[in-house]
């Protein structure tokens, strides 16, 4: 069947941490270790809560600061220098940009409530036809009812989409659903594979 729709995760895939020096010195001016840092920002119980829209992103990044013991206008500070390292992949997002009109492409991120306004602000919000975004749905991959809902919005059938992710729950999530699905490791060999499985599936 021919490839109709194409879905993609956010972070990890269209944005990722390039460069880890600016989140080391961060973790090391504030006393504790790196991977610490990156579990109260990911993997706390604010930051599941603002995933699924309970809280706000401010919210979560408010109980970080919290959590480190310094002041709001210090978190402010600690926002932009944790994700300083991070490079959005231009690449991909111009591949994704000239499949439209002839294929949808759709997001589907477990992400906070400020990541729609983060790609409308960095002018590439025209990409996508649908954002599926659990903040704002109340739902976080792998559950298969966010696959679905995106697919509801775009009228596609999972058999004819292909979902692009990191994680490999996620990426088995899809497969689990009857979408074509392929996990994200390298950039350039990523995108080959990407162009090939469209040109299989014409």
Same mark, same amino acid.
């Given at each position: 069947?021919?490839?109709?729709?194409?879905?993609?995760?956010?972070?990890?895939?269209?944005?990722? /941490?390039?460069?880890?020096?600016?989140?080391?010195?961060?973790?090391?001016?504030?006393?504790? !270790?790196?991977?610490?840092l990156e579990?109260?920002?990911?993997?706390?119980?604010?930051?599941?809560?603002?995933? $699924?829209?309970?809280? $706000?992103?401010?919210?979560?990044?408010?109980?970080?600061?919290?959590?480190?013991?310094?002041?709001?206008? @210090? /978190?402010?500070?600690?926002?932009?220098e944790f994700?300083?390292?991070?490079?959005?992949?231009?690449?991909?997002?111009?591949?994704?940009? #000239?499949?439209?009109?002839?294929?949808?492409?759709?997001?589907?991120?477990?992400?906070?409530? #400020?990541?729609?306004?983060?790609?409308?602000?960095?002018?590439?919000?025209?990409?996508?036809?649908?954002?599926?975004?659990?903040?704002?749905?109340?739902?976080?991959?792998?559950?298969?009812?966010?696959?679905?809902?995106?697919?509801?919005?775009?009228?596609? !059938? !999972? @058999?004819?989409?292909?979902?692009?992710?990191?994680?490999?729950?996620?990426?088995?999530?899809?497969?689990?659903?009857?979408?074509?699905?392929?996990?994200?490791?390298? !950039?350039?060999?990523?995108?080959?594979?990407?162009?090939?499985?469209?040109?299989?599936?014409?």
């Amino acid at each position: 069947m021919t490839l109709r729709a194409v879905c993609v995760d956010f972070g990890g895939v269209l944005l990722r /941490t390039e460069d880890q020096g600016p989140r080391l010195r961060l973790a090391e001016r504030l006393g504790v !270790p790196a991977g610490q840092l990156e579990k109260l920002v990911f993997e706390s119980r604010s930051s599941l809560q603002a995933s $699924t829209g309970e809280i $706000t992103e401010e919210a979560h990044w408010q109980s970080v600061g919290d959590a480190l013991g310094i002041s709001r206008q @210090e /978190t402010e500070i600690l926002t932009a220098e944790f994700f300083a390292g991070d490079r959005l992949d231009t690449d991909l997002v111009e591949f994704l940009r #000239g499949l439209r009109p002839q294929c949808r492409i759709g997001l589907i991120s477990n992400a906070w409530s #400020g990541l729609r306004a983060y790609i409308t602000r960095n002018h590439f919000a025209d990409v996508f036809d649908e954002m599926v975004i659990s903040a704002e749905v109340g739902l976080v991959k792998p559950d298969p009812r966010i696959y679905r809902l995106a697919l509801e919005r775009m009228n596609v !059938p !999972p @058999e004819a989409s292909l979902f692009l992710d990191d994680m490999p729950a996620n990426v088995q999530a899809a497969l689990s659903i009857g979408m074509h699905a392929l996990q994200f490791v390298q !950039p350039a060999e990523t995108l080959a594979e990407l162009k090939r499985l469209l040109s299989d599936h014409r």
